[in-house]
């Protein structure tokens, strides 16, 4: 019992030790080309007690710069930092009665790279569209020390989130982003914040979150069917309005294009007017001009009246010839079984 009392008071006295020193807390560097470290000091100090204190690193170098970041801070500038080199470092608090050492710090600057917050959130409405399929708003943002990023040591990503104003705890994550801005889908109307950070694509750690951007998405009335009626009798109003106006005139032409008319058959240099009204002189002497070609040959009969007082023959070469033999003409010319009589 008594061994575990004395292991007991002894662990206190360390513990109350350990919280009499100074206490490296807190590394960053934003760029990975300087740094700067942070300290708690001394609790235990007695009114009106002075303290200094001094930060030595690598065992024999002290803090270039004990002002620039602030009290009980130590920052190393560009001429001072080494990235892939470890350091170790610890602070002594020297007051007038003995000196508090604190326990060893060490660390990698590539591994306390930690960026600034983004600034200058803006917000802009993508669409006008109706609440039931939601609005689109883009959300753009800045980063607040653009040398960082130009010699290449840092490559941000960012992530973004976003709720609405009376959902306590309920946010929506975009991560990771390559670009200083995203375009939100979908959005409700009402009223929604947003925050974004970063960090180092490669190391580090994340950035504080930005100041909250509101944003506020206002509510339109859905389209609805009856829109969509109007719309679609529109069309077709304009459609026919085009088709009376545009596309009958052309009809013909049209037609014509498509189904051009099968041409009748002619003969080269010969009038159709002359096949219909059957000169066969005129239409023989035109075709006297082919070659090979020859007129078809055809006889035509004249006949004339016979009368009981007397019977002429005409023809082409004779004409007014009597005829004597009257019986013999009336039987040649009388059908069988019929009779002329004289």
């Not at 180092?200 to 389209?223: A, C, D, E, Q, V």
Request: some cysteine; aromatic content about 12%; proline content about 7%.
């Amino acid at each position: 019992r008594s061994s575990v009392r004395v292991r007991t008071q002894g662990e206190g006295q360390a513990t109350a030790d350990v919280m009499k020193r100074p206490q490296i807390y807190y590394c960053r560097s934003p760029n990975m080309e300087d740094f700067t470290c942070w300290w708690h000091p001394l609790d235990n100090l007695t009114a009106g007690e002075e303290v200094a204190y001094v930060l030595t690193y690598s065992k024999e170098y002290e803090c270039p710069d004990y002002t620039s970041a602030g009290p009980n801070s130590c920052h190393f500038d560009k001429s001072h930092t080494s990235i892939w080199k470890l350091y170790c470092m610890n602070v002594t608090a020297v007051t007038a009665q003995r000196n508090y050492t604190s326990q060893e710090y060490c660390l990698d600057v590539a591994e306390i790279v930690e960026t600034e917050s983004p600034v200058n959130l803006t917000f802009s409405l993508m669409d006008a569209g109706g609440d039931e399929a939601g609005h689109s708003a883009q959300i753009s943002w800045t980063y607040p020390v653009p040398e960082d990023l130009r010699y290449g040591w840092i490559t941000l990503v960012y992530e973004l989130q976003y709720r609405r104003i009376n959902e306590e705890g309920n946010w929506k994550v975009k991560h990771p982003l390559r670009e200083p801005h995203v375009v939100l889908l979908g959005l409700r109307s009402g009223e929604y914040v947003v925050r974004v950070r970063c960090r180092s694509h490669n190391y580090g750690l994340w950035s504080k979150w930005s100041s909250t951007l509101h944003i506020s998405i206002p509510f339109r009335r859905p389209t609805g069917k009856i829109l969509v009626l109007v719309l679609v009798v529109g069309v077709g109003l304009v459609a026919l309005l085009v088709i009376a106006f545009g596309v009958i005139p052309q009809s013909r032409r049209l037609k014509d294009y498509f189904f051009p008319p099968i041409p009748k058959p002619r003969i080269i240099g010969i009038d159709p007017l002359l096949l219909k009204k059957g000169n066969f002189e005129e239409i023989n002497r035109h075709f006297t001009n082919f070659h090979g070609y020859r007129p078809p040959s055809y006889s035509v009969e004249v006949w004339d009246q016979v009368s009981s007082d007397g019977i002429y023959l005409s023809s082409s070469k004779e004409r007014g010839v009597p005829i004597t033999d009257i019986p013999h003409l009336a039987r040649t010319l009388t059908p069988a079984g019929h009779h002329v009589s004289c």
